[in-house]
């Protein structure tokens, strides 16, 4: 993906490949940056923290100037390189919207990763697989939250709107570039087989409200789409936002 350059914001989509338990993906955070420095939206799952950086310093943005990382949710897949940021820079500030705090910060168990069901998982896998299974699930971090987000928040970089979209988790946010008509969508909307779609059943403990949350996209000019599963979606992306949102 090129960069965009309008208004000096500039935007790329990274690609972190992972091998989880034998299954091959990709996941793919955001780095946006200005004279202001650069800001990550989500980080990776554990492990991939070498392979962040490589990415990021082939963007061209060094990896000490990023100043601060947004978290659209609390899932593992967006949070688990996230000590190693700090480690490396314990200048940056970590954002999330008000109701992920208490799950980020330890205060209640992570919603989808409750001992139970990391107990589940890993017996679910290949008795081979367990022991470094049980391993990455104990290294799932919890941190402190620099700056609490709300819906609407006008940040005072990039030109980032908040826009709060709840169901996946409780504080899932997206982020509006309005100089880029960008969407960065977290795992609100997916890309399967080149088609836009929303967020996967499966890993959506509230439905009903994260299709919800799909009509107050609608009411943003959105041209592309940047998915963490599946990459960009573009152009005219409005248009099937809207197919998605009056199904």
Known sequence: MPCYMENQVKIQMLTLDVDMFGVQSEVHPTLIWDQTGATLVDAGFPGQFEQLMQAVTKAGVPFTQIKRVIITHQDWDHIGTLPAIAATNNEVKIYAHSNEKP???????YLKMTPEKIAVRVQSLPEEMRAKA?????????????????????????????????GHTPGHVCLYVKSHRLLVAGDQLRIENDCLVGPAEIYTPD??????????????????????????YGPKASIRIAELANT
Not at 140 to 159: R, W
Not at 208 to 229: F, G, M, N, R
């Open 207 to 232: 439905m009903p409200t994260a299709l919800q949350s799909l009509k107050k996209l609608v009411a943003y000019d959105i041209e592309h789409v940047i998915c963490y599963h599946g990459g960009m």
């Open 134 to 166: 049980a391993a990455i699930f104990e290294s799932i971090p919890t941190f402190s939250i620099d700056q609490v987000l709300a819906d609407g928040d006008k940040l005072p970089f990039h030109e980032i709107e908040i826009i709060h979209t709840p």
């Open 103 to 109: 799950y980020l910060e330890g205060t209640i168990p």
